[in-house]
């Protein structure tokens, strides 16, 4: 059977190439039948690097098939993934995230799970001299999931090792990383055609801090005024989203690439709250700035008291 290679629900960058670059390395280096798939439709920034490197967008499935062989990217999380993946047959799991627990498998698999900032930093390393072999398409997704979840080096998340074979992938493909960054950035930047429905749940994720359930949202953009300029409208649809959602809150943080800075939208007293107790910010709007914020997998989520 074909091995389903595939990330997270509300697929980023890394979500979108990381099971591209598997799927690629199982079937032509490891002579394993492998295909990648979505969990949903790409983010703008990963289109643009299907586009740029004329990738052909991966199926998008609802759900696994019992037994269906599958490899897990860039998650851990089972809320994060299809409701059947504990009747899948789960053969290998590539990540860098913390451990959430849940997952069951039909018997012992590879695991690898390491403190770098980037799934395919992981890849690149795991292939060994066999990443020399990739052709340049897989090489151009490598380098746009290590520069998107970098935030081109400047996520707190960033290794010097993310850094290294960014730029030697760089190198490979003849690339200036700032002119491709840039490209990269105004691409994730253009949410123009998004309901806010969409923009809220577009690069979220659910977390639950003592006993009260979040959706947290982050979106990364160089034109951060767009979306503030839909303020008033996206608060009053992260009650839709609440709901619909099975949330009791929204946190929804605009994510200023080029000032290093995030903005955190405040529609009630709990959200005011949790910006005064996690961020020693106080709030005297509707909004409030919280500087050298960018990583929600290091600086939002670690911090978060209600």
């Known amino acids: 059977m074909t091995t389903q290679v595939f990330g997270?629900?509300?697929?980023?960058?890394?979500?979108?190439?990381?099971?591209?670059?598997?799927?690629?390395?199982?079937n032509e280096v490891k002579g394993e039948a492998a295909k990648p798939v979505l969990l949903g439709e790409p983010n703008t920034e990963a289109a643009f690097m299907l586009s740029h490197w004329n990738l052909e967008k991966p199926e998008i499935i609802s759900d696994v098939a019992a037994d269906a062989p599958v490899v897990i990217v860039d998650t851990n999380?089972?809320?994060?993934?299809?409701?059947?993946?504990?009747?899948?047959?789960?053969?290998?799991?590539?990540?860098?995230?913390?451990?959430?627990?849940?997952?069951?498998?039909?018997?012992?698999?590879?695991?690898?799970?390491?403190?770098?900032?980037?799934?395919?930093?992981?890849?690149?390393?795991?292939m060994g001299d066999d990443a020399a072999k990739m052709p340049k398409e897989i090489k151009g997704a490598a380098l746009t999931c290590i520069l998107s979840d970098t935030m081109e080096f400047r996520s707190p998340t960033t290794t010097d090792h993310d850094r290294a074979v960014a730029e030697k992938l760089a190198a490979d493909l003849g690339i200036d990383v700032s002119d491709y960054a840039?490209?990269?950035?105004?691409?994730?930047?253009?949410?123009?055609?998004?309901?806010?429905?969409?923009?809220?749940?577009?690069?979220?994720?659910?977390?639950?801090?003592?006993?009260?359930?979040?959706?947290?949202?982050?979106?990364?953009?160089?034109?951060?005024?767009?979306?503030?300029?839909?303020?008033?409208?996206?608060?009053?649809?992260?009650?839709?989203?609440?709901?619909?959602d099975g949330v009791d809150d929204v946190l929804l943080f605009v994510v200023d690439i080029l000032k290093e800075e995030a903005t955190l939208l405040v529609p009630n007293d709990r959200v005011k709250g949790v910006a005064e107790k996690s961020f020693g910010a106080s709030v005297a709007g509707d909004s409030v700035v919280l500087p050298g914020i960018m990583s929600r997998k290091k600086q939002i989520i670690p911090n978060l008291k209600v």
């Open 8 to 26: 997270h629900k509300s697929p980023d960058t890394d979500s979108t190439g990381s099971p591209i670059i598997w799927a690629w390395y199982l």
């Open 77 to 126: 999380n089972p809320a994060e993934l299809p409701a059947s993946i504990n009747s899948a047959d789960i053969r290998a799991i590539i990540d860098h995230h913390k451990l959430v627990g849940g997952l069951e498998t039909k018997g012992p698999i590879d695991i690898t799970v390491r403190p770098l900032a980037c799934t395919a930093t992981i890849m690149v390393d795991l």
């Open 182 to 244: 840039a490209q990269m950035f105004a691409a994730k930047s253009d949410v123009s055609a998004f309901s806010d429905a969409e923009l809220i749940r577009m690069d979220s994720k659910e977390y639950e801090v003592d006993g009260v359930k979040f959706r947290v949202s982050v979106l990364e953009t160089t034109a951060p005024e767009i979306p503030l300029d839909r303020k008033a409208s996206l608060m009053e649809t992260m009650k839709t989203v609440c709901a619909e």
